[in-house]
């Protein structure tokens, strides 16, 4: 079982920075890809970003790309999600997952929520205008 706990939500004004953590524990954290999903009141869960198990692929939604960014250290048995000039828009509870069976797989399969087997607590980052 691989455990997961995201960390560094918060309030932010529109036009700031966050950086969310994920820490990984529990089982080998290299042989998992990565990914960030995000859920807003009364809306679906939706893709964010994602990250191939050695980073050597990167995938973003439409609409946070060049704003976002996804990284991972395989040391430290973490992923991160550097985000940059926020808007109200992307409030929201901020999750990583994790999928064990495709390391190197594209976006088609990683923006779908349903192909990740490990998922965190959440953690809520609101954006105000």
């Known amino acids: 079982q691989l455990q997961l706990a995201e960390s560094g939500g918060g309030l932010v004004q529109a036009g700031g920075s966050l950086r969310l953590s994920c820490a990984a524990s529990g089982r080998t954290f290299s042989n998992y890809a990565m990914g960030w999903f995000r859920q807003a009141p009364g809306k679906e869960r939706e893709f964010v970003a994602a990250i191939r198990c050695n980073g050597d692929g990167t995938y973003y939604a439409d609409s946070v790309k060049g704003r976002f960014t996804i990284s991972r250290d395989n040391a430290r048995n973490r992923v991160y999600l550097q985000m940059n000039s926020l808007k109200p828009e992307d409030t929201a509870v901020y999750y990583c997952?994790?999928?064990?069976?495709?390391?190197?797989?594209?976006?088609?399969?990683?923006?779908?929520?349903?192909?990740?087997?490990?998922w965190g607590q959440g953690t809520q980052v609101t954006v105000s205008s």
């Open positions: 997952a994790a999928d064990a069976n495709h390391c190197y797989s594209d976006s088609s399969y990683y923006r779908l929520r349903g192909n990740y087997d490990y």
